[in-house]
């Protein structure tokens, strides 16, 4: 198992468009060693989710743990969402935008398809906080992060606190 560096925003590899993954890789011990090494990471930042783009892997997946046990370990790939319904507000943060949140406005139920860890196709509806980390992550996948939800203002407020956050932890 290995922690993987995590890509902070304002790096231009997180702008990334991923592609999909070929299924016939899944079941291969590289991809599946991956898949270890991102829950690795993820649990130790701590985090909720993982998008492959944040560790410059630019493939459509992503591993997901809302449990407050974090013993609910999901896995999605190439995952698609086919149903969303309604609206909700939630203050959100990013392991590639480190100490910044900000309300965040996304669909409040999805139906998500998705190819799960043993290669199977899978369909799941999600609400609540699920339902925000996999629109969250599927963005990543898209080279979306949730500040360009902000204005170019606020943005670029994001922008200097993270580099005066860099410069102090350099000092
Ligand atoms: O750990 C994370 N917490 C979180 C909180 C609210 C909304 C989304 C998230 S995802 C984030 C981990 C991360 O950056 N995933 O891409
Ligand atoms: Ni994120």
Do not use: W
């Amino acid at each position: 198992m290995a922690l993987l560096p995590i890509l902070e925003f304002p790096d231009p590899r997180l702008r990334t468009k991923a592609v999909p993954v070929d299924a016939a890789q899944v079941p291969g011990a590289d991809f599946q060693r991956l898949l270890d090494d991102m829950f690795e990471t993820m649990y130790a930042a701590p985090g909720i989710g993982l998008a492959a783009s944040q560790v410059d892997v630019h493939r459509r997946f992503m591993v997901i743990d809302v449990s407050e046990e974090k013993n609910e370990p999901r896995v999605f790939i190439n995952p698609e969402i086919v149903d969303k319904a309604g609206e909700q507000v939630y203050q959100e943060g990013c392991l590639s935008v480190p100490g910044i949140f900000a309300d965040v406005t996304r669909a409040d139920e999805i139906t998500v398809r998705y190819v799960d860890r043993q290669g199977q196709a899978q369909e799941l509806r999600a609400d609540g906080l699920l339902a925000v980390c996999i629109q969250h992550e599927m963005d990543h996948l898209d080279g979306k992060l949730f500040v360009d939800y902000l204005s170019p203002l606020k943005r670029e407020m994001v922008r200097k606190k993270l580099a005066k956050q860099r410069r102090q932890a350099a000092a």
